[in-house]
């Protein structure tokens, strides 16, 4: 059963007077460099290929001007694909007209921008219900829920104050609490921690991880920050120039690198904290090993747990059962960057 809320298939971005006749062109292989120099028009997104499943984390990341943020924009068409189909919980949005595209972007999605984007002549209260108020829901209503989501935020008792008595922070969770209290599926976050800082940024990530566990909202997050992604995507979409260089599970992609961009790409991120028991250990069972790790701990609680020693062999487990057995060995050599191709 397809469980994608969201699929993205031979999407092309061309900016320029002369889009569509690029399409060839780009489909056949020229530069984006070479189309620029040759016929002045800009290639933003080439032959992208994204399923984004149901209740799940997606996150998008590359550099600046890698396409990230004209990717997501095509979601809710601020930005209209120059060739290419867009399915949103089925529907084929180039095909829906202004109503029913006002209607998809009312009822289906909500976004979390990167400037907070909150009405400064407006209480943090009524930013939170904002998405009702503007479908027209009963105002009574619409404050119960928003004080429901500004609490599930942390930030209950703050409902009368105004945006600029607001830290960046707690600004942030009032984006966040008007996203959720829409009532959408989908929701939209384009660089949304980009702007804070270091400690406050965590705590947010923390807080839409949680969130998450009892949600299960699908999320498409843009970051130009690895480990901001390896933290919070089940599913890691890398671009560069426009193109996607490699996709899949962060744990893979950590581990197994496609080429030697995304080698590079990882290749300062410390592992041992963001690498899993579970992408190390084998299914084979410790033979009576009383040493048992999490199979979702990171390999640095793991390193803690053997004491050091590499001769360990843990027991991983997963709410209490037996799952797999973790060879400290093994962690030793998953430590080590492997090149594309490598073993």
């Not at 092309?12 to 530069?31: C, D, H, T, W």
């Amino acid at each position: 059963m397809d469980n994608n809320f969201v699929s993205i298939r031979g999407l092309y971005k061309i900016f320029g007077n002369r889009a569509a006749e690029m399409v060839p062109l780009a489909q056949g292989g020229m530069s984006k460099a070479d189309m620029l120099a040759t016929h002045g028009q800009v290639l933003g997104l080439r032959n992208i290929n994204v399923e984004i499943e149901k209740g799940k984390i997606t996150v998008i990341m590359g550099l600046s001007g890698s396409g990230k943020s004209t990717l997501i924009r095509h979601l809710n068409r601020l930005i209209d694909p120059t060739f290419g189909e867009i399915l949103v919980n089925g529907s084929d949005v180039m095909k829906l007209g202004k109503d029913d595209l006002r209607a998809l972007r009312r009822t289906q999605m909500s976004m979390v921008f990167q400037k907070f984007a909150l009405l400064p002549h407006e209480t943090v209260l009524q930013n939170a219900g904002m998405a009702r108020t503007v479908r027209g829901e009963d105002a009574a209503e619409t404050d119960k829920i928003a004080r429901k989501w500004l609490n599930r935020v942390g930030l209950g008792g703050s409902e009368d104050l105004y945006p600029n008595q607001l830290s960046g922070g707690m600004q942030q969770r009032v984006g966040l609490a008007r996203a959720l209290a829409s009532d959408s599926e989908l929701m939209l976050m384009d660089e949304a921690y980009s702007a804070l800082d270091p400690l406050i940024r965590s705590s947010m990530q923390d807080l839409l991880l949680e969130l998450q566990k009892d949600l299960k909202k699908t999320v498409v997050f843009i970051t130009h920050d690895l480990d901001e992604a390896l933290k919070i995507a089940d599913h890691l979409v890398i671009l560069k120039d426009g193109e996607i260089i490699q996709q899949g599970e962060p744990q893979g992609i950590l581990l197994h690198p496609a080429d030697p961009y995304i080698e590079d790409f990882v290749g300062d991120i410390n592992r041992a904290r963001v690498l899993r028991v579970r992408s190390v250990m084998t299914q084979v069972q410790a033979n009576g090993s009383d040493l048992k790790i999490d199979m979702d701990a990171t390999l640095e609680q793991a390193i803690l747990a053997a004491n050091g020693q590499a001769n360990v062999v843990l027991t991983a487990v997963q709410d209490g059962d037996v799952v797999g057995a973790l060879r400290m060995t093994d962690v030793l050599k998953a430590l080590v960057p492997r090149t594309p191709g490598g073993v």
